[in-house]
């Protein structure tokens, strides 16, 4: 992506893409416009520690693959995301619009994800999640206890966007904050709207955030610097790498906000 000169160029880019990731927020096949579509299916695996660690790079590699040998690669897209957040049940891929979510995925499970799922439209129960509630096998996220009643907000992002790709970010409304701060907020503005949010750390002590933005501001120095302590070493702290590695642009995106007022 070229370097974006102005906010109104940085809206534009978000209008042009805020339809790129309807596929993957799909509640299934029924729900889903096909003709805004630029795949027919869009395959997320989970790129988090636990999951790679269990081969789901392999399992990208392998789906690929079979994608191509049976001549769908124009169909159906596969990319990797941040942590679904089950990290017991991964690897983990996930079919959209289907939405369908598959748990302890391997390897040699492609071929059979590709030619039932893909081709042949049946879902593959053996890989399906068993609610234990009901003590049967679900399909669906929406269907399983572990997330009803999360509402995901630093990890909102999380197992729907490659956080390699600023364009995805971008797309779920990514860099408008900063513009916004930048253009129309002041420093004033933004520490305001801090401290008007109630929001505080999340390592374990509570300190508001707004406060500590203005301490900052009123010190006279010729120089700031922001520092991400991505630091775990504190078993009541916020987990900080699930958000570097399935997020990193809000956090690029929030210290840029803090370095600005």
Known sequence: MNKIASFEELKKIHNDNKNLLNIRKSTGCDNYNYSEAQYRKVIL?????????AESDLIKENL???????????????????CFGFCEKGPIVKITPDDVFYVHVSPKDTREIVESHLVNGDIIERLLYEEPTISKKVRTQDEMTFYKKQVRIALRNCGLIDPENIQEYIAEN??????????????????NIINNSGLRGRGGGGFPTGKKWNMAKSYKSDE???ICNADEGDPGAFMDRSILEGDPHSVIEAMAIDGYA
């Not at 989970?46 to 999951?51: I, R």
């Not at 079979?66 to 941040?82: M, N, P």
């Not at 930048?182 to 933004?190: A, M, N, P, S």
């Open 45 to 53: 695996i989970c790129g988090g520690t636990g999951c790679k660690s």
């Open 64 to 82: 690929i693959k079979e994608i191509e040998d049976f001549g769908l690669s124009k169909e159906i897209f596969v990319t990797t995301t941040g």
């Open 174 to 191: 990514g860099y408008l904050a900063l513009g916004r701060s930048l253009t129309e907020l002041g420093q004033d503005g933004v520490i």
């Open 224 to 226: 700031k610097y922001i």
